[in-house]
């Protein structure tokens, strides 16, 4: 049987993972405070990858290193938390979630358990999945990154090591690899660069890196002075990270660079130096990094349920009343269910603790498999009193609007994010003889969305339609998008092709516009260039209303009271987004000479946005499937409702 040998304990790097862990926090509860809070992630890739890699090469070096053993140890210090948080998060579910989106939750508690979460959430990204800030389960995509590297991680140390391979040499390549891979990824599949592995691996290789140093050459440095200097820089890249960092940053690729390195820069000056005793060793920081992991674990589905409680829009307050619930639970998580499992207190062995993880992952079946769609548990909680609203409700349950964006044309006229213009058809132009104008869309899914409206007019010979849409791709020549790579090359081939066809009227249309002035200069050049070409009656469309969580869920929520009647309209609070699109884009539209139409003029009044199209209380359908898409009922009841200045 091997014997495990401890690395010595530093105390510091307990106070940077509690430094990594509070950035999260921040970033999650409140965005705006610290935009690049969620680096806190790859400072924790590379501790793992540190403390692990240390722990491994001097187990083979010294040949005690049992892969059985390494996992069992694995186990122990994961599972019971997770294992108590997941079950919880189900528990809760069943109180807050609709039926249709605790079947998701039973989806993702499978891949939590499998440690796939990471392959689940990239293969999620479409429209049909919903905002990943209403998934409970997000953020263990990270743990599911951890528990991949560490399959094979073990196995190539021992084959290089027994192969007299140098060290160095595995480590530096693949590292190379790995990051070359990200950088890639970044610019053109930037959900690959966050999610998976390989774009990942780089990052826990370099606490490789610094444990394979510390090794050869020791923990602490002899000279002092360096070490006081590394920690000082590695300090500030962190910092730099967290302050300049937006959600909007093409991240990660050569903007995880400053994170990863500080972090391995703090680790290698070592537990002596100012900084790391005085501060990173404070006993504050020390107990906050030590219960890091289930608050890790604790705050995002917390968060996420108080968010969906509350419609979307909960108050600062209950954020704050959150995070203190979050430490809370991981102080309990740590102390009474972590510890004595982990450190053999409890009689429960690890055999015991991979079944409860199946069983987990067999409850997560259940509700995903073959109990999908269940009745609410908790009719009073959505105001279902006496079943009053559940006649009206149901339809809404599970509403994902596929069969909308099926009428899109999707994957031919309306582009996906992996789709270049080559998939483009020309069927999406109709060139039939007809004395209808010929009206181009150009635009995102925003765009597309009218294209209900639009063909219901074109099927009447109103008008005949030309489709130019791309997913997320605002009608922007020369504009290069990291989150959707394909943009440029789509749009430089749209707007040729619409001076080619010469349409009556051109409709440009995105609810993803930046509003800045580079963005604003790029789209009035590209308005010049229809007009330059002689065509003149160009229409700006704003934005669709914005929802803080999805519609459908909105109103599952809404008549809290359990009255029989649905509303007509619901209000909603108003992003700082929109506010500043609707100020800005008619404006803009004025300057440039071009018509401008509202469609939250057209859906919102002062008493609130339509919700339904209905004349009475009978369900009809939604006007949006999610936050701001409109359902193909919406997207008639708004071109309709435009027909007239469109064509004027």
Not at 21 to 49: K, N, Q, R
Not at 71 to 98: D, E, H, Q, W
Not at 543 to 565: A, F, H, M, V
Request: hydrophobic content about 45%.
């Amino acid at each position: 049987m091997s014997t495990f040998i401890r690395t010595s304990y530093r105390a510091d790097i307990d106070g940077l993972r509690a430094i990594a862990v509070v950035a999260v926090l921040i970033y999650h509860a409140f965005p705006i405070l610290l935009g690049g809070g969620y680096v806190g992630v790859d400072i924790f890739f590379v501790i793992s990858g540190f403390l692990i890699s240390k722990i491994i090469i001097n187990q083979i070096e010294a040949q005690k290193f049992s892969i059985i053993t390494f996992y069992n140890r694995r186990a122990r210090r994961i599972f019971p938390a997770l294992i108590f948080m997941l079950v919880t998060v189900f528990i809760l579910g069943k109180f807050i979630l609709s039926s249709a989106a605790s079947e998701k939750l039973g989806m993702h508690m499978m891949a939590s358990t499998g440690f796939v979460q990471n392959i689940l959430l990239y293969s999620e990204d479409n429209y049909f999945n919903g905002s990943g800030e209403l998934k409970p389960l997000l953020h263990l995509w990270s743990l599911g990154i951890e528990e991949q590297f560490y399959i094979f991680w073990p196995l190539l140390i021992i084959i290089f090591t027994r192969l007299k391979f140098n060290l160095w040499i595995l480590i530096l390549l693949l590292s190379i690899i790995s990051f070359a891979s990200s950088v890639i990824a970044v610019d053109n599949d930037r959900s690959a660069a966050f999610f998976l592995l390989q774009n990942r691996t780089w990052e826990l290789l370099f606490g490789g890196i610094i444990a394979l140093w510390c090794i050869k050459k020791g923990d602490v440095l002899k000279n002092n002075a360096l070490a006081e200097v590394l920690s000082i820089v590695g300090f500030s890249l962190i910092l730099y990270s967290l302050i300049t960092l937006t959600p909007d940053s093409n991240f990660p690729g050569y903007l995880a660079l400053p994170p990863v390195i500080g972090t391995g820069l703090i680790i290698l000056a070592g537990p002596d130096c100012l900084l790391n005793r005085h501060i990173l060793s404070s006993r504050f920081l020390v107990l906050i990094g030590l219960i890091s992991f289930p608050l890790y674990l604790w705050h995002w589905p917390l968060l996420v349920y108080n968010r969906i409680a509350q419609s979307g829009s909960p108050s600062d307050i209950s954020i704050a009343c959150i995070l203190v619930l979050s430490f809370v639970m991981a102080y309990i998580s740590y102390a009474f269910v972590e510890k004595p499992v982990r450190y053999g207190v409890s009689k429960i062995s690890t055999q015991s603790l991979y079944a409860a993880l199946v069983v987990v992952a067999a409850i997560g079946f259940y509700a995903n498999v073959l109990q999908p769609n269940p009745t609410f548990p908790t009719q009073n909680l959505l105001g279902q009193k006496n079943g009053g609203l559940l006649p009206l409700i149901q339809p809404l349950d599970g509403y994902n609007g596929s069969s909308t964006v099926s009428q899109w044309r999707d994957n031919k006229c309306f582009l996906n994010p992996k789709q270049n213009a080559s998939d483009w058809s020309t069927d999406c132009v109709n060139l039939e003889y007809s004395s209808a104008p010929l009206i181009a869309l150009w635009g995102d899914s925003n765009a597309a969305s009218l294209v209900p409206g639009l063909l219901s007019l074109e099927r009447l010979g109103q008008i005949r339609l030309a489709q130019f849409t791309s997913s997320g791709c605002p009608p922007i020549m020369n504009m290069s998008l990291s989150v959707r790579p394909e943009c440029k090359g789509v749009n430089d081939f749209f707007l040729p092709k619409i001076l080619e066809y010469q349409p009556d009227i051109v409709i440009l249309s995105a609810q993803s516009y930046s509003l800045d002035v580079n963005t604003l200069s790029k789209l009035a050049k590209s308005i010049h260039q229809l007009q330059s070409s002689g065509i003149k009656n160009i229409i700006l469309i704003g934005p669709s209303p914005t929802y803080p969580i999805p519609l459908p869920e909105y109103l599952l929520r809404y008549n809290k009271d359990g009255s029989s009647s649905f509303p007509l309209k619901v209000k909603r609070s108003i992003g700082a987004w929109e506010k500043s699109a609707e100020k800005k884009l008619p404006k803009f539209a004025q300057e440039i000479g071009v018509r401008y139409l509202s469609i939250i003029d057209t859906l919102c009044k002062t008493d609130g946005c339509i919700s339904r199209v209905s004349n009475n209380d009978e369900f009809d359908d939604i006007t949006q499937f999610d936050q701001h898409h409109l359902t193909a009922a919406g997207s008639r009841f708004v071109i309709n409702n435009l027909i007239d200045e469109i064509v004027k």
